[in-house]
């Protein structure tokens, strides 16, 4: 009788371990998944994530935005030399000095207009140095060993009874669940970074056509901040990323597999939540706003 009951407490210890298991490697291998993506996101320039969107963005550029730039150019040109003349002593010390000056402005300013895409694009493809150096440096490793974490965690589920077997089941399907939500949200991050990037360089020669006046030129300081901002904002991706791979690897799961489980959730709410400050803080950083 007492041997039927052992019988039956194994069966309902090896199904819980089993589903424990289960829980355990789909929410290490989403992690993993998602880490180790995160370096080769970041690392890209804007043609090279999504060459379709860059080809749109540059024909939307070029056929819509630029003749609205020179319009734009037209009447900043026209209002600076009004402003230098008329500073003058309204036109009465006059020099040829001032023309030169202005027709040097002038080819800047439009210079600058039909080349606004190589421009911004250059400041990707240097952040993109920056990303891959600093993954260099980083060379963390975010990925966590599932073979020998799981194995560990076996030796310590065999002391257990069903009861804390069945809480640490829910515990799995729980921290399980949450993974798979914030590795949605790094997507929506990391995606959402690209977009904006996209939106950012479509209007690129608007802004860049007021960089020839001082009154007007704010506008195009402005935006060239927030154009550095973005190149910038991997590489604080990549910080966080290095922080992280710090905080898995020093993690202990032999002591207390419930602690371990939920220490890694946390550190993984906490790279989340990380990553979607990057932009705020590297627009603070170049003061863009």
């Not at 090896?14 to 180790?36: G, H, P, R």
Request: glycine share 6%.
């Amino acid at each position: 009788m007492f041997d039927l009951f052992e019988q039956i407490e194994e069966a309902i210890k090896e199904l819980l371990t089993t589903f424990i298991k289960s829980n355990l490697t789909t929410m290490f291998t989403d992690v993993n998944e998602k880490t180790s993506s995160i370096a080769s996101q970041v690392g890209q320039t804007p043609q090279g994530w999504n060459g379709g969107i860059f080809n749109m963005i540059n024909n939307l550029s070029d056929s819509v935005i630029i003749p609205i730039a020179g319009l734009i150019i037209t009447f900043v040109l026209c209002y600076e030399l009004i402003s230098m003349i008329t500073e003058k002593n309204n036109m009465h010390d006059l020099d040829t000095w001032m023309f030169f000056k202005w027709f040097f402005k002038s080819w800047i300013a439009v210079y600058l207009v039909t080349h606004t895409f190589d421009i911004t694009m250059a400041v990707f493809d240097v952040g993109q140095h920056i990303v891959n150096a600093a993954a260099g440096v980083i060379g963390g490793q975010t990925n966590i060993d599932i073979a020998s974490t799981i194995a560990t965690m076996e030796s310590s589920m065999t002391t257990m009874e069903i009861g804390e077997l069945l809480q640490l089941a829910l515990e799995t399907m729980l921290v399980s669940m949450c993974m798979k939500i914030i590795s949605i949200l790094i997507t929506v991050i990391l995606y959402g970074r690209m977009i904006e990037i996209y939106l950012y360089t479509s209007v690129a020669p608007v802004p860049f056509a007021t960089m020839a006046n001082r009154e007007w030129g704010s506008i195009g300081t402005n935006y060239t901040r927030g154009l550095l901002a973005l190149g910038f904002q991997g590489f604080f991706i990549m910080v966080c990323v290095g922080i992280y791979s710090v905080l898995v690897n020093s993690m202990t799961i032999s002591a207390n597999i419930h602690s371990a489980l939920f220490s890694i959730a946390a550190y993984t709410v906490v790279l989340c939540f990380a990553l979607f400050k990057t932009g705020s803080l590297s627009k603070a950083v170049f003061n863009a706003h």
